[in-house]
């Protein structure tokens, strides 16, 4: 997070791109529209591996919707899509955040409902 920079977009509708197709969380979806709050405040020096953005009307750049990195043998998943439930019912994110949490676990994240 960096103060700095406006904290996001006023809520609205935006457009979620995919930006790694072939990655396992995001493999097979499709962009999609939710109505949200585009952060666009956040910062840090890790190496992160963009898998979806959006276009932020505030500031004119792409801000990370969801990215993944490493932490030592772990798998980390982030999204800052989800701010009221609306949001978690949009199909978009809640596919989102179910492959997210489904790799981060180990498991394959294009088959639902797995044990």
Not at 77 to 96: K, T
Request: proline residues 12%; negative net charge; aromatic residues 8%.
């Amino acid at each position: 997070y960096d103060p700095k920079l406006p904290p996001h977009d006023p809520f609205g509708p935006f457009q979620v791109r995919i930006d790694k197709p072939d990655h396992p969380v995001t493999k097979g979806m499709q962009p999609f529209e939710v109505a949200d709050e585009l952060y666009t405040c956040l910062a840090g020096d890790k190496p992160i591996e963009v898998l979806a953005s959006a276009h932020s009307k505030v500031t004119g750049n792409d801000h990370p919707m969801a990215f993944v990195l490493s932490f030592g043998k772990g798998r980390v998943f982030h999204s800052p899509l989800g701010h009221d439930a609306a949001a978690f019912g949009n199909a978009g994110v809640a596919e989102l955040m179910r492959r997210g949490c489904a790799w981060v676990s180990g498991l394959d994240p294009s088959k639902p409902g797995q044990p």
